[in-house]
């Protein structure tokens, strides 16, 4: 089984990784409840394939401006 990282915003891909390579434990999937788990963590049969939802370095510096510009376009009140 193969395991494969893309990013969930501009699905780029980020990396794979062998099932020999890693373990669930060392991937922190034992960290996710189930919802979290079925949200991330997609296992495809067909491929033999495990794809994990992460967001990238680009999408988290966008989101983190974003949010910085939602906040500052809020209205004081
Ligand atoms: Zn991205």
Redesign the pocket.
């Known amino acids: 089984m193969n395991i494969v990282y893309y990013?969930r915003?501009?699905k780029?891909y980020m990396g794979s990784l062998s099932a020999a390579q890693a373990t669930p434990e060392k991937l922190g999937f034992t960290a996710l409840n189930p919802e979290e788990y079925a949200a991330c963590i997609n296992y495809v049969a067909r491929d033999d394939t495990t794809y994990v939802k992460t967001?990238?370095e680009?999408?988290e510096s966008a989101l983190a401006q974003h949010q910085d510009l939602q906040l500052s376009q809020t209205p004081i009140q």
């Open positions: 990013c915003h501009c780029s967001v990238c680009y999408c």
